[in-house]
């Protein structure tokens, strides 16, 4: 048994697993990339994974938040600490049809969030092909879409507040932020204002050259949302961080919005001489 594992199931609640056919089992995901971890952890709670990333921080462990192992690019495969959150982590914590909104855990599968939606005629947009078993901390962590959110959009435009864990331990409640609020954080110093004060130096820094160049398409889901950050937008860090793949923080919790769910849903076929024809009848199809 390694000092890392010790210490990890010293201070955890949750399982700790270092086995080689728990390794192996967690070195793939939904694609052909295999990278054996150090070992997988499975917390009980947000306790846990503080209390986790701070032995593995003692000992300079990488970490990798996992939910479905549904990425199809490797994204769930790391020589890392595996956070496993689908077994414990997995509740829907609140959910509000007034203000259609719901705080969810990250390891909670799309699916079982839909269903509780769906009973005030409500549902969260984004719905990729794996709803039956991804988590809504993979998709955050991935901006997932799926063929319906042109309805109600992305996963970046469906998240109203994260609670988060950065590596160095610092825990951030995070969403929209008035230039006031920003300027009240920057001034009460610490880790939090440092941060802040970061972030808005790279806003102002790049805000011309993000509005200029950042394409504006529905389906922008690679690299960082670095427009969220922009005085037009809120300065929405918990949408900044959407689509980071963990690179920045771990999700704890999030507050996700609710759209209404259409009465029925129809298909239509269209037949076209080929495939070249059927593109560029897309843009009036989406008037």
Sequence with gaps: M?????????????????????????????????????????????????????????????????GGGTSLAGQCCNVAVVFDYTKYMRHLIALDPERRQARVEPGLVLDRLREAAERHHLTFAPDPATHNHCTLGGMIGNNSCGVHSVMGGNTVDNIEALDVLTYEGLRLRVGPTSDDEIEGIIEQGGRRGQIYAALKRLRDRYADLIRKRYPRIPRRISGYNLDQLLPENGFHVARALVGTEGTCVTVLEATTRLVESPPAKSLLVLGYPDVYQAADHVVELMK
């Design 2 to 66: 390694t000092d890392l594992e010790t210490d990890l199931r010293r201070v955890m609640r949750g399982e700790v697993r270092f086995d080689r056919g728990s390794r192996a089992t967690y070195a793939t995901d939904a694609s052909n990339y295999r990278q054996v971890p150090i070992g997988v952890v499975l917390p009980r709670d947000a306790d846990d994974v503080v209390a986790a990333m701070a032995v593995c921080r003692d000992h300079r462990a990488p970490v990798l938040a996992r």
